[in-house]
């Protein structure tokens, strides 16, 4: 089977100060740029932000949008993190763990970029808990 790569779009306002956050901050490869658009390389994956002329404001939790990367090691899960709190970005959510002592114990924390878009990134210490372990119910947390 080939590789197939994911790709998100989402909104911004800026290109320059969205560049700056996520190549500068988040180590993103920047891809192809215009006055509208700019392409990213966040781990192999394609983020497209985009020029929205909406205004853009907060959600109030973070749920139900955001997106994010599943770490297979904890290693490169606390290498991003160590960056993040170097680059000084913004937590939404700081480091925690989630569901501790159960089969879907992982860590995570949010950031928020600066046209409000949610960012997750996580570890799981059983990796069958990405997509199995359906005869648990615990996803997120409660609202």
């Not at 996520?22 to 985009?50: K, M």
């Not at 959600?59 to 297979?72: A, E, M, N, S, V």
Request: aromatic residues 14%; glycine residues 6%; proline residues 6%.
């Amino acid at each position: 089977m080939n590789k197939i790569l994911f790709h998100l779009a989402f909104p911004v306002t800026d290109i320059p100060q969205a560049k700056a956050y996520y190549v500068d901050g988040l180590g993103c490869i920047p891809g192809r740029e215009n006055s509208h658009a700019l392409i990213l390389n966040l781990y192999g994956h394609q983020l497209v932000a985009h020029i929205t002329k909406n205004i853009l404001v907060p959600q109030k939790t973070i749920y139900p949008r955001h997106f994010g990367l599943i770490f297979t090691t904890e290693e490169d899960w606390q290498n991003l993190l160590l960056r993040v709190q170097i680059k000084q970005l913004n937590f939404r959510e700081e480091p925690k763990n989630r569901f501790v002592d159960t089969l879907l114990e992982h860590r995570t924390f949010f950031l928020e970029d600066p046209f409000y878009n949610l960012i997750e990134f996580k570890y799981y210490h059983y990796p069958d808990a990405i997509f199995g372990s359906a005869e648990y119910t615990g996803i997120g947390d409660k609202i």
